[in-house]
Structures are given as C-alpha cells and as structure tokens.
C-alpha cells in the first residue's frame, strides 16, 4: 500500500538518552516534515526537507536532528538537549505542487521516563 | 508573523445538529488553506484545499468557505454523526520557496447522543 509510515507508534525514554523516530514514505514525495504536538496546541514545525541531502530548521529546532540521505526516508533524532520531548510527533510528506495534500503519518507517541 | 488562530477551541453538540468553525489567518504570501481531520491519537486526514480563487468547497457533509480578502475560513459540518468526534484544524500553506504549512491549534470537537 502506498503511504507514509511512522515507527514506532509507542516509544519510552530515560532522561539523557537521544532516541531516533522512524519515518518513511512510498509516495514518491520530495517534501517531507515533522511535527510536534502537544496538548491542546497546534502541531509546531521542527524540521523540514524538500530535497534529498538537505534540510532546513523549522520553529522549533532545538535539541532535534535529522538526516535525508534517501528520499522515502527522514529520520528525527531527538537528544538529550531537548528539555521538554515527551509529545506526540508527526510526519508527513508532499509534493511540492501547490495545491498538493500533505500526507501525515500516524504519529510517534515519545514519553521520556 | 504568519499565524493561524482558530474558534472555538472545543465544542459540543448533539448528533444530528450542524455546526460551524472558522479560522483567520495572517499569513502571507498565501498558497492555499486546508481543513484536516484528526483522531485522537492519529495523523491529520484532509477534508478540503481551497486556492485563493475558491469561495467554497464540499466534501460530504464537509463544506469550508473562504473568504482571501479578511483572510477568514469556515467549515461547516451538517448533520454531525458521533463519527465526527474528532480535531478539526485549519492549516495555511506559505507559498515561495519555503513551502511551510502553518497550524492553526485545531478545535476539539464532541459529538453526544
């Protein structure tokens, strides 16, 4: 099936370890993104990447990284400089047509313990 | 500074009634504005995309209005089903080279019986 998907669906942390979330994508996209979300706020743009090998910090950046070293793929690490990572955090993918949909995973559900 | 800013933040209504959510947004230059779906605990799911050319577009049940001069959207849900349960957030595509999607922070709303 073609798609965009997110893994792991559930992922515990202990403080201080950095801890990778998986996201890749068999819709031929070039665009891809990942979102933060929090209770009761809207999803906060971290990074996103409208090519392969490159890259560009969204709003909230810090204490986040990622690679695109192939197009279906764009893993987010989250670091131990990240102060606050317990969200829920989502992908997506898109062309980079304007009036393109946005395909969104099913998210990542990060608890740091 | 482009922002999405949505009304109400949560709803509740009973099955059957119809019931409207709107949206401003301050974001330029413009592309197109979207209305997503989203389950608790699941990736958004698009209901429409509107240029700014377009007045109106129905999906099912779904109607969203534009209006590009006072920058304000609309989705109108008729004959609400429990199904309906569910965030609806309202999201702006910056056109350009960036090509960013700016959340609005959602409105929660609770179909009863």
């Known amino acids: 099936d073609g798609g965009i998907t997110q893994s792991p669906k559930y992922l515990f942390r202990k403080e201080g370890q950095n801890v990778t979330l998986s996201c890749e994508q068999n819709?031929?996209?070039?665009?891809m993104y990942w979102y933060r979300q929090d209770p009761g706020q809207g999803l906060r743009l971290i990074y996103y990447?409208?090519?392969?090998?490159?890259?560009q910090k969204g709003d909230i950046a810090e204490g986040y990284s990622v690679s695109r070293e192939k197009k279906e793929s764009f893993p987010l690490t989250v670091t131990s400089a990240q102060k606050n990572p317990t969200a829920f955090y989502l992908c997506?993918?898109?062309?980079?047509?304007?009036?393109?949909?946005?395909?969104f995973g099913q998210g990542t559900r990060l608890t740091v313990v | 500074k482009n922002q999405v800013e949505q009304s109400p933040q949560s709803l509740i209504i009973l099955e059957g009634k119809n019931c409207t959510l709107q949206?401003?947004?301050?974001?330029?230059?413009?592309?197109?504005l979207r209305w997503y779906k989203q389950d608790t605990g699941r990736g958004p799911v698009s209901l429409t995309i509107?240029?700014?050319?377009?007045n109106t577009k129905s999906n099912g049940r779904y109607t969203a209005t534009l209006d590009a001069d006072t920058k304000q959207s609309s989705l109108h849900i008729t004959a609400s089903q429990l199904s309906d349960s569910a965030s609806y957030i309202c999201?702006?595509?910056?056109?350009?080279?960036?090509?960013?999607?700016?959340f609005g922070q959602g409105t929660t709303l609770q179909v009863k019986p």
């Open positions: 949206c401003n947004y301050t974001v330029s230059p413009f592309s197109n």
């Open positions: 509107m240029t700014f050319s377009e």
């Open positions: 999201v702006v595509w910056v056109s350009g080279n960036t090509g960013k999607l700016i």
């Open positions: 997506a993918s898109s062309t980079k047509k304007v009036r393109t949909e946005a395909f």
């Open positions: 990447s409208q090519i392969v090998n490159d890259f």
């Open positions: 819709l031929n996209h070039d665009a």
